[in-house]
């Protein structure tokens, strides 16, 4: 659905995203990571047909962003990130307007936005002025003006920057109901948004994609190893000797922990699950096993290896993560 | 067509900011002290006239009120009026980011910008309607010819529609209303001035000066006579000014 080729922006000599690659499904829901000024709003705004590329190619539904600009722009739905709207306009005039602008016939115009406002959750603020609604309120009134058309794409650019934690998880919700029907990219710095959100990500650093696909696939491919963490009440030496010598184990490394006690993480390839052999181990030597659990990644973790791992390839930053 | 939106909204968002009241409120102020003014020496003259029957011969009201009013006074006040007029069209869309959001709805550059245009004129020929109260007024109390006041109407509505057409083009050229205004203005009024210098340069770029001189294009109007030359300048200048701002929007596509 979304098709992106080698695109590559200059903004004067500064290179905003550089040879950015990827493909999005139709049906699917795809988050844009990264830091700021990383290039996912100049990505968007390209997508949107608001501006060209330098160099490169970008197709949505098959159609070129440049050259078929307005076929383009009759597909998409775009909520650009400070949600630029008219405050002297009220709701429901507004979004005529755009209904208008956006090709729906005058015969449809009011029952689309009818059904607009009620999806979003407007209806009860259509004659008041944009200026004078909560952000929040904004926020879905530049959500209602982006599905006004019934876009085959949605690209939103930080749908819920600045909102309060309710109106976040209502916001959120209103775009997982799309899922399906629609292809949808949305940027966002809040990672846990993204992994609630969205079925894969593409992660943007420095103008440059580092890593994209499904969850579990980002996963493999930041993290191949299986990490468990294991508090053993025994002789440190020969514990961290002991779960060395198990099959399989590739890493062992003691963990600080409370009390005296011996911890260690144990590494070991992902298809491998060593579990049962430390327990029957610590079992065999009667030493006491207290503790043992599997370190799931969190996209924090995959996300500061991925961005900050450019910076210091060396150093393992996930691990620093608390 | 599409082009109908962009002009409802903006006919809408004028009615609806304090500066299209302000503006039109301001020029029907003014407009109405000259006309009181000029009315009121013509009362004077008219006196005198009755003393006088070889005098009260040339005694006109079209000719001593209306052509200088129409002709002279309003140009001059609607070149400083005017700019304040047309500077949000572009620069406020600019400033608050709206623009982003309007130039990626599936509508042309040019629709967006016709749209605006003529929501501009269209309250530009409201503002001038308005006055059309003056020469109504003194119809009751003198006869007045008809035809020299519709072709000044006339003249005034193309010289609207230039300076609107200017005053576009400044405000897709900044995102700051105050900047956009002003070098309206000065443009404007450089060309105003241009006419002023017609006697000093030789005659070749007399001529041509006076023929750029903004101004100078209403005096036929005001005498009754649509001057091809007249018209032709003041649509020039619209659509040439127009061409330009089109370019200018379309800068984003290729400016790095």
Known sequence: MIYVDKLTKFYGPIAAIQEVSFTIEKGEIIGFLGPNGAGKTTTMRIL????????????????????QSIEVRKRIGYLPENVPLYPEMPVAAYLDFVAELKGVGRSERRGRVAEVMERCMISDVQQRLIGKLSKGYRQRVGLAQALINEPEVLILDEPTIGLDPKQIIEIR???????????????????????????????????????SGGWDQLQNQVFPSRRIELQIDGPAGAVEEAL???????????????????????????????RGEIFQLAADRRWKLLEMHQIGTSLEEIFLKLVAGEETPTQDAAEQVP | MRLWAVYRKELRLYFTSPVAYVVVGMFLIIAGVFFYLSIGSFS????????????????????????????????????????????RLFAEEKKSGTIELLLTYPVKDGEVLLGKFFAALTLFIIMLLLTALYPILAGFLARIELAPIVT?????????????????????????QIVAAVSTFAILLIFWVLGWSADMVGPFWGKLMSHLSILEHQESFGKGVIDTKDVIYYLDVTIFSLFLTLRSLESRRWRG
């Open chain 1, 48 to 67: 949107s047909c608001f501006m060209p590329a330098s160099s490169g190619q970008a197709r949505v539904a098959g159609l070129d962003c440049f050259t």
């Open chain 2, 44 to 87: 004077i003259y008219s006196m005198q006239a009755a003393m006088n029957p070889a005098f009260a011969r040339d005694l006109n009201v079209t000719e001593l009120v209306f052509r200088p009013l129409l002709s002279n006074t309003f140009s001059v006040v609607l070149l400083l009026l005017m700019p304040i007029l047309t500077m």
């Open chain 1, 244 to 274: 060395g010598r198990i099959p399989g184990v590739s890493k062992v490394a003691s963990a600080e922990s409370a009390a005296g006690l011996a911890a260690f993480v144990v590494e070991s390839p992902g298809e491998r699950d060593v």
């Open chain 2, 152 to 176: 000044g109407y006339l003249g005034l509505t193309l010289m609207g529609a230039a300076f609107i057409g200017v005053g576009l083009l400044a405000s897709s050229l900044t995102e700051n």
């Open chain 1, 173 to 211: 919700q209103l775009i997982k109901s799309l899922a399906g029907q629609r292809t949808v990219i949305l940027s966002t710095h809040i990672l846990p948004e993204a992994s609630m959100v969205c079925q894969g990500v593409i992660i943007i650093n420095r103008g440059r994609i580092v890593a």
